[in-house]
Structures are given as structure tokens and as C-alpha cells.
């Protein structure tokens, strides 16, 4: 994998990125599992539902979405649908 690369080799199960979900573009083969983490803040960009409900229009099974477990951030979990 090389830094100006974009694409994500297909052996690749699992993408970590925080505070990067407004960044994100079709990168993701079936089995690759995305987990972001985000500002759930007023300061967010994106709020925490609009994330979900876009990954889930955007044909993603959300995994596991944890708005709780950080005071200032939210975890989505989810994988190509």
C-alpha cells in the first residue's frame, strides 16, 4: 500500500479513521469492515444519526453504533452491504 495510493487492497478486513467520515469516497471491497469515529458535538459537521442513515442509503450494513462509550465522539461500525 503506498501513501498516494487511494485504493484499499483486497486483503485489507478492517479501516480505522477518526474524525474523517465527511473525507471518505467508494473505497471498500464487500468484506472490508469501516469503523469511524467523529465529533458528536455542536461543532460536528455531520451529526451522528445523518452518518448513520447516509452509510445506510449509501447500501453500507451498519455493524454497531455506539453514541455513548466516548463523551465527545460516536462509533460507527459498518461493512459493504
Known sequence: MSRD???IPA????VFMANTYRFI???TTRDTKFVFVDY???NARVSPQQAMNEVRQAGFEVIDFDIDGCPDHYIL???AG
Do not use: I
Not at 486483503?11 to 478492517?14: A, F, H, I, P, R
Open 40 to 42: 458528536k458535538g455542536s
Open 5 to 7: 495510493d487511494p485504493c
Open 25 to 27: 469516497q467508494e473505497q
Open 11 to 14: 486483503d485489507v478486513e478492517t
Open 77 to 79: 461500525t459498518f461493512k
